[in-house]
């Protein structure tokens, strides 16, 4: 039976490396699940879950599926599960021994062949490495032993690394087994229908394109704190820590979508030289700028050191040196149990000044910010000011908000892995990360991993110690700032 599908995809064996773990059953299997439910996967398709151990039969595999696909989507449809499951099986592999996995891919090319009619130059290989990085050398080499690479896409998760000599050697593995255009090293942040619309907003407006440079905007902040602790990762937090985690990836990718140049086109050349440009003007981090923090209660956790300094928590003052953003400071925060969940870029512009121009309430007037919600349903709001009615020329503050859910009841959103993977069968890496962009991040963060600050702890559920707080000029704008504004007085 054929997956129903309009996606125009070749065939497709897609091998799940890691299936067994968090990531698939929430992210990867859902995903899949999605996309078929929207007819956009091959119509043609294998999928393989792999790993170094069996879970069992090949039925309970499926059902461990199942079960994923239950917690994480909801309700399931069987008409689209059914088929899409039946098409999943495992065979387990190791850096060791990777023949039964070669057998596996082969027999189900042969399958494939046969159902679509086409020729083997036809059939699509996609390799997911869902494994940890110091696992990545011996699967990418066990992958070039057994002949997997020809016709291959392979996608890697991050850490790229952990800092930039190991980084550099992770490359070389890779390149060593796959020309560059077959790797598609993945940061599902740029997945988010909210991220890609940061381009969007800026390059699609005239309100905003002219004032997005130093002249205008004051400081910006990409705020990214989270309320779930570790949560039995303390394994992979103990040899990885916030820094590794979060930043060198995420907050990195964030800060190049917002101080990009205009790259002209939403191509992969365009955006990828676009971010280079940016990260090649990043002021390597001042360790003196840069606060680390411990939540109370980390070296209690599973797999964690009593005596452990791993950061859960970093704040961080970063610039760049070009004439549109020099001198304009970028405040990067992201932690482990804090206050709110939330992944906010705020964008702070400047004081006109206008001192004849007062607050209803007196004191000095919140700034202008537009701030823009990376969650799944995107918000964007802008602060504004206006004159309060009544005889007096009093100013108060209020908001424009933009509801992209509302405003687009048509739209067709799609989850960042869902969209990612998609992008992999299809083979644009606009939205995937460089080796150039992956060297060069961890050379702006070295100096830190050289210097590491020293460990403050912070309470759970509060915004992280206070020098963390303290970091930007005029605070944060989460945790700082009431809640919501409104132009009622």
């Not at 494939?112 to 009619?117: D, M, P, S, V, Y």
Request: proline share 7%; net charge negative; glycine share 8%.
């Amino acid at each position: 039976m054929t997956l129903p599908a309009t996606s125009g995809l070749p065939p497709h064996v897609l091998v799940l490396f890691g299936a067994t773990g968090d990531l698939a059953a929430r992210k990867l299997f859902p995903g899949l699940y999605r996309l078929a439910m929207d007819g956009r996967l091959p119509p043609h398709l294998a999928v393989i879950g792999s790993g170094r151990r069996s879970p069992g039969t090949e039925e309970e595999f499926r059902t461990h599926v199942r079960s994923a696909l239950a917690e994480f989507v909801g309700e399931v449809d069987d008409a689209v599960a059914g088929p899409l499951i039946e098409r999943i099986t495992f065979v387990t592999s190791s850096a060791d021994d990777g023949t039964a996995l070669a057998d596996a891919v082969r027999t189900a090319e042969d399958r494939l062949l046969a159902e679509a009619g086409c020729l083997l130059s036809d059939v699509r290989r996609l390799l997911y490495l869902s494994v940890p990085p110091g696992a990545v050398q011996g699967m990418v080499e066990m992958l070039a032993k057994e002949d997997l690479v020809d016709r291959s896409r392979l996608v890697a998760e991050k850490p790229f690394g952990t800092d930039l000599a190991t980084a550099r050697a992770l490359d070389v593995v890779l390149r060593n087994a796959f020309e560059e255009d077959q790797i598609f090293r993945i940061d599902h942040f740029l997945g988010k229908e909210a991220v890609q619309n940061i381009l969007a907003l800026r390059f699609a407006n005239g309100l905003f394109e002219p004032a997005w440079n130093r002249h205008t905007i004051e400081s910006v902040q990409i705020d990214v704190p989270e309320k779930l602790t570790v949560e039995g990762r303390g394994s992979f937090y103990e040899g990885t820590g916030c820094l590794r985690d979060m930043v060198t990836t995420h907050l990195c990718q964030l800060l190049g979508f917002v101080a990009l140049e205009d790259p002209h086109a939403f191509r992969e050349s365009a955006i990828r030289a676009a971010k280079a440009a940016v990260f090649a003007a990043v002021r390597p981090l001042d360790p003196e700028r840069v606060v680390f923090g411990q939540y109370d209660g980390y070296r209690d956790e599973r797999d964690v050191a009593t005596d452990s300094d791993v950061e859960t928590l970093v704040a961080i003052e970063m610039w760049i040196d070009n004439d549109r953003w020099r001198d304009v400071p970028f405040y990067l925060r992201t932690g482990k149990a804090m206050a709110d969940g939330r992944r906010t870029i705020t964008i702070r512009f400047n004081d006109p000044r206008h001192r004849w121009l007062k607050p209803a309430h007196g004191g000095r007037p919140e700034p202008n910010e537009l701030v823009i919600e990376l969650a799944d349903q995107p918000r964007i709001a802008i602060d504004v000011r206006a004159k309060r009615p009544g005889p007096d020329m009093d100013i108060v503050e209020g908001v424009f908000r933009l509801d992209l859910v509302c405003d687009a009841p048509d739209s067709d959103p799609l989850e960042a892995y869902e969209r990612l993977i998609l992008d992999v069968m299809k083979g644009d890496r606009t939205l995937f990360i460089s080796s150039g962009e992956v060297e060069r991040l961890w050379e702006i963060c070295q100096p830190v991993l050289d210097r590491r600050p020293s460990i403050q702890t912070y309470a759970q559920g509060s915004w992280g110690p206070q020098d963390a707080i303290e970091l930007p000029i005029g605070g944060w704008r989460l945790g700082n700032h009431p809640p919501d504004r409104s132009l009622t007085s």
